[in-house]
Each structure stands twice: as structure tokens, then as C-alpha cells.
T-cell receptor, first 114, second 112 residues
Framework: ETGVTQSPTHLIKTRGQQVTLRCSSQSGHNTVSWYQQALGQGPQFIFQYYREEENGRGNFPPRFSGLQFPNYSSELNVNALELDDSALYLC?????????????FGPGTRLTVL | DAKTTQPPSMDCAEGRAANLPCNHSTISGNEYVYWYRQIHSQGPQYIIHGLKNNETNEMASLIITEDRKSSTLILPHATLRDTAVYYCIVRGSVAAGNKLTFGGGTRVLVKP
């Protein structure tokens, strides 16, 4: 069974640039969630994708956007990068369930904005 | 999602059981209790979850009080590799929203 993978591992960008982060779901999962974790804090929910549509969103501006593909992999796009966007970006996959679903996290992408 | 309260830190002796408490007094009937841990700079690792009954798996046991207002995660024989930040999360049903709301967690240090 393949776990959740993310790429790249590390990334350095400058303020104002755009970035795309990628996530491959665990085998058999159909839902992807993205989280941002600033240094010293717990992860914060950005949004979730199910059946290629956004299925819930946290308190993040529209310059944070995403996609889910037919193979359930996903991308997180961030436009007009700001210094405060420097963080560990985590992807979690799960199998959608009416009652609850267990999310399994990838290793994350460390984004540094200079 | 109901808020959780955890002690900010605790130490544990290697080989002994580690008991991690969590208060969730505003939990509602259909909300699950989830536990994750995060070893430095890695993605959070799922440990266990439960609704009403106590649960056990190969990693840990979860004890939920009868009124469901608190729970305890038990690591039966702590090892140095169990040093991590442990998060207790109460999450609602899928219909109520899917996000995991992480609090501050408990920083557990397992000492030789």
C-alpha cells in the first residue's frame, strides 16, 4: 500500500511569486485535504477536495486555490506569495465516509518565502 | 467542532506507560475523538479514534469517559521514538464539516 506523497520536499520562492505544490493520495482514497503549519503552531485547515470539487474551506484568502484530478491526486496553488506564507504545507488523504473519515498525512512541503 | 484542552507538556520514563489526558467538555453526541502525533518536522501520524467505546490498536489505547467529556490516550510501553507532540482532536461528522482542528497539543518527552 502506497502512502501519501508530496512534492517537492523543500521550496524557496520570493514575495509576489506563485507556487504549486503536489500531493498523491494513499491507494484507495478519494478525498484530499490541505493544511498549513506555521513554525511552532498546529496545522490549520486550508480546504478539502472530494470528487474534484472543493468540499470545505478554512479561513484562507482566494489566492490559495486547489485542484483534484481524476486519479485523486491534488495540487495546492498559492498566488502572490507573502512572507507569512512560509510554512510546512501538509496534504492528507482519506476515504470519504458519511460518518467520519480518518485522514492520513504526507511528509509535507517546506515553503520558504523570501 | 468542540474545543479540546491538553497539558502543554509532560515527561515519561522509557518503558513505562504514558497517559495523555484531554478535556472536551463541549463534545456533542456525533463527534469523534481523534489522536494524532507529530514528530519534529514530519507530517502528523494517525494514532487512534473513538466515539463512545474504549478503543485499542497496535499503537495505543483510547479511554473515553462515560459522559464523553474527557479522554485519555495510553501508550503502554513508551519508547524514545514516542517523543512527539500529541494532538487530541474532536471532529464532527462528515456532514458537519471535514476539517481537523488542531490545538496546541501535548509535547511528550520520553526519557531514558
Amino acid at each position: 500500500e502506497t502512502g501519501v506523497t508530496q512534492s517537492p520536499t523543500h521550496l524557496i520562492k520570493t514575495r509576489g511569486q506563485q507556487v504549486t505544490l503536489r500531493c498523491s493520495s494513499q491507494s484507495g482514497h478519494n478525498t484530499v485535504s490541505w493544511y498549513q503549519q506555521a513554525l511552532g503552531q498546529g496545522p490549520q485547515f486550508i480546504f478539502q477536495y472530494y470528487r474534484e470539487e472543493e468540499n470545505g474551506r478554512g479561513n484562507f484568502p482566494p489566492r490559495f486555490s486547489g485542484l483534484q484530478f481524476p486519479n485523486y491526486s491534488s495540487e495546492l496553488n498559492v498566488n502572490a506569495l507573502e512572507l507569512d506564507d512560509s510554512a510546512l504545507y501538509l496534504c492528507a488523504s482519506s476515504l470519504f465516509d458519511r460518518n467520519t473519515d480518518t485522514q492520513y498525512f504526507g511528509p509535507g512541503t517546506r515553503l520558504t518565502v523570501l | 467542532d468542540a474545543k479540546t484542552t491538553q497539558p502543554p507538556s509532560m515527561d515519561c520514563a522509557e518503558g513505562r506507560a504514558a497517559n495523555l489526558p484531554c478535556n472536551h467538555s463541549t463534545i456533542s453526541g456525533n463527534e469523534y475523538v481523534y489522536w494524532y502525533r507529530q514528530i519534529h518536522s514530519q507530517g502528523p501520524q494517525y494514532i487512534i479514534h473513538g466515539l463512545k467505546n474504549n478503543e485499542t490498536n497496535e499503537m495505543a489505547s483510547l479511554i473515553i469517559t462515560e459522559d464523553r467529556k474527557s479522554s485519555t490516550l495510553i501508550l503502554p510501553h513508551a519508547t524514545l521514538r514516542d517523543t512527539a507532540v500529541y494532538y487530541c482532536i474532536v471532529r464532527g461528522s462528515v456532514a458537519a464539516g471535514n476539517k481537523l482542528t488542531f490545538g496546541g497539543g501535548t509535547r511528550v518527552l520520553v526519557k531514558p
